[in-house]
Structure formats: structure tokens, C-alpha cells
């Protein structure tokens, strides 16, 4: 496992890259979403042990204002947050260099992979 912080503008996320086998492209990397109240650390082993089974590799980190990862800019969240979350999403994915992703989420973390489905269909039919 390596732990890392990806460097954003104003901020920085705290990240964990899990691999146990080698990069391979046709398979995707699990990236695990957590809830409201969670970070990184709540998935305590769950994340090792189905990467065992599914044989592919995992992205958990924690999202800005929990766990290790900065903290909110703003102390109210907006009407948008979700929406915002799911486009930080596609920002995380692209630094992380991860093309072909399966998103797992919790509660918030589930809203925000939707959020990201709808927003990557909107943005393909913009092109």
C-alpha cells in the first residue's frame, strides 16, 4: 500500500493506492468512495480483502474536509456539493492517471459515482 496526497491548487487529498497485482489496463481500479461522516480509515480491511478476491487494484482516499485531506474551504456546504464532489472525482482520476475506474460507494460516496455517470454523459455529448 502506498499513501499519498494528491496536490490540488489550494488544497491537497490524502490517498492510498493499493496494488497487488500489475497494472493492467483492460482491468478496472476500485476507487472507494466513503459516507458524510467518513475517510479513509473507515474501510479498515474491507478494501485489502476484495482485492484479493477480485484480483484488480484500489484507489481509497479521503475527500477534502475529512480524514487527512484538507479541510473545507467554505463552513456551509451548498446545494451543489454532490455535484462538485463528483467532478473532484474526475480531477482525483486524472491525476491519478486511473482510465478505466469502478467506483464503490457509501451513502455520500454512492451519490457523488452517480453524480460522476451523469456528468461524463453530459460531457460526451458536448464533444
Partial sequence: MNTF?????NYR??????KHFDVNAAKPTLVFLHDSWGCTEMWYDFPET??????????VYDR??????SPFEIKQ??????HEEAEELISVLDNCGIRNALIYGHSDG???A???IALLKILEKQQ
Fill in 114 to 116: 452517480k453524480d460522476r
Fill in 77 to 82: 456546504r451548498t446545494k451543489f456539493y454532490l
Fill in 50 to 59: 476484495l482485492l484479493k478476491i477480485s484480483g484488480i487494484n484500489a484507489l
Fill in 5 to 9: 496526497y494528491i496536490e490540488k491548487e
Fill in 110 to 112: 454512492a451519490s457523488i
Fill in 64 to 69: 477534502r474536509g475529512y480524514g487527512k485531506s
Fill in 13 to 18: 487529498l490524502y490517498a492510498k493506492s493499493i
